[in-house]
């Protein structure tokens, strides 16, 4: 078992900034892939960033290449999220999700960011 537990959302105005991170404990060693997503009411849940806990490699949604960089210490097993240049439509409730062999098994409560134009 993997237990995340996000911390960074909040209030921000568009232009803003804000570093999200997660905070995994439990069976770590399974992990090969760290992602964070965001669920707007009415929405799907949308992919924004994923990172491999071995080689770093990254992906990003087209709605925030650019504007959003992923990353990770590996010693402390906590991801960020850095978004910078927000706008409203980031908006969500985003979420941590830790994958074991490429599926995501694992999900923190997720933390609120909300920004204002």
């Known amino acids: 078992q993997v237990h995340l537990v996000e911390s960074g959302g909040g209030l921000v105005q568009a232009g803003d900034f804000l570093r999200l991170s997660c905070a995994a404990s439990?069976?770590?060693?399974?992990?090969?892939?760290m992602g964070w997503f965001r669920r707007t009411a009415g929405k799907e849940r949308e992919l924004v960033a994923t990172?491999?806990?071995?080689?770093?490699?990254?992906y990003y949604a087209d709605s925030v290449k650019g504007r959003f960089t992923i990353a990770r210490d590996n010693a402390k097993n906590t991801v960020f999220l850095q978004m910078n240049s927000l706008k409203p439509e980031d908006t969500a409730r985003y979420y941590c999700?830790?994958?074991?062999?490429?599926?995501?098994?694992?999900w923190g409560q997720g933390t609120q960011v909300t920004v204002s134009s």
């Open positions: 999700a830790a994958a074991e062999f490429g599926a995501y098994r694992y």
């Open positions: 439990g069976r770590t060693f399974s992990i090969d892939t």
């Open positions: 990172i491999n806990w071995g080689d770093a490699g990254t």
